[in-house]
């Protein structure tokens, strides 16, 4: 079992920035894909960024790209998300997730809800115009 905790939410003008932390209570990150997802009021959860345990690749949903990098620390087992350049739309609950890797680790894996297996409770991150 593994307890992920975000933290780091907030209000946030246009144009700023954010960093979100995520703690996990796993006694390790190995073998985990790890990533950061949000929903909207009135929409579906979504895919913002992952990254596997080990390698050095990392994953974005286009509507973040080279605004938010997501990075980890195996040995703290920790993981965060850093956000520039936020706009109003980047206006959601933001969730961590672990998924243990098992089978196929293709790119197209991270970006699904059902590739995780360990949610967080979310943080709030409200961009104002």
């Known amino acids: 079992q593994v307890q992920l905790v975000e933290s780091g939410g907030g209000l946030v003008q246009a144009g700023g920035s954010l960093r979100l932390s995520c703690a996990a209570s796993?006694?390790?990150?190995?073998?985990?894909?790890l990533a950061w997802f949000r929903q909207s009021p009135g929409k579906e959860r979504e895919f913002a960024a992952a990254?596997?345990?080990?390698?050095?690749?990392?994953y974005y949903a286009d509507s973040v790209k080279g605004r938010f990098t997501i990075s980890r620390d195996n040995a703290k087992k920790m993981v965060y998300l850093q956000m520039n350049s936020l706009k109003p739309e980047d206006t959601a609950v933001y969730y961590c997730?672990?998924?243990?890797?098992?089978?196929?680790?293709?790119?197209?894996?991270?970006?699904?809800?059902?590739?995780?297996?360990?949610w967080g409770q979310g943080t709030q991150v409200t961009v104002s115009s």
């Open positions: 796993a006694s390790t990150f190995y073998g985990y894909r």
């Open positions: 990254v596997p345990w080990a390698s050095g690749n990392t």
């Open positions: 997730a672990a998924g243990l890797i098992l089978g196929a680790d293709g790119v197209n894996e991270y970006p699904q809800s059902k590739s995780y297996n360990y």
